[in-house]
């Protein structure tokens, strides 16, 4: 028995729901996500929360319960206060700037790399070695920072690159020096 799929999805009073042919809806203050849905669960509005069941009790529609409550969850939390993702540049001569919707960093190469924002997606660059990654749909905030932490990441003998705030990145020695003899 899924414990997360039968808990209730809180909604705030400001968030449509609708659920269509396998499609659940959810419109909110900072925009509308969407979402088509296995045949076997289905989603009801009582009162001023979501319920996620499922219809049957095979293996597969057990396993896809509490992660599709999830997701409904994580798009009400979207659409009404969004998501956001910060990134840290360090190494020397490494920084960001944003230019217009697009992100353009210089991290070492002999050119510096841009980076299109997708549809949903902002980014802010408050300063030169951060970025924040913002938007509604959590999945898509998640693949576009680790896209930009892709084009650098950071290496373990001097720690230079794009690595997301607050990331523990493990530090190797370096050549030890042959002993003279």
Do not use: C, W
């Not at 808990?7 to 979402?35: C, K, N, Q, Y």
């Not at 070695?129 to 003998?157: C, F, N, S």
């Amino acid at each position: 028995m899924s414990r997360i799929g039968q808990a209730p999805i809180p909604v705030p009073s400001d968030v449509e729901f609708h659920f269509d042919m396998g499609v659940v809806t959810i419109r909110g203050p900072r925009g509308e996500l969407s979402r088509p849905l296995p045949e076997k669960i289905e989603v009801t509005q009582v009162d001023d929360e979501l319920r996620v069941a499922r219809t049957t009790e095979q293996r597969e529609v057990k396993a896809l319960h509490g992660l599709i409550r999830s997701l409904i969850a994580n798009m009400v939390q979207g659409v009404t206060q969004g998501y956001e993702k910060a990134l840290e540049i360090q190494g020397v001569g490494y920084r960001a700037a944003k230019k217009g919707n697009d992100l353009e960093v210089q991290v070492g190469y002999s050119h510096p790399v841009s980076k299109a924002a997708p549809d949903g997606i902002e980014f802010d660059v408050p300063t030169p070695t951060r970025v924040v990654v913002k938007g509604i749909d959590k999945e898509l905030v998640g693949q576009t920072a680790a896209e930009i932490r892709a084009i650098r990441k950071p290496e373990p003998y001097k720690g230079k690159g794009i690595r997301y705030e607050g990331e523990h990145v493990r530090r190797k020695a370096g050549k030890a020096a042959k002993a003279a003899g």
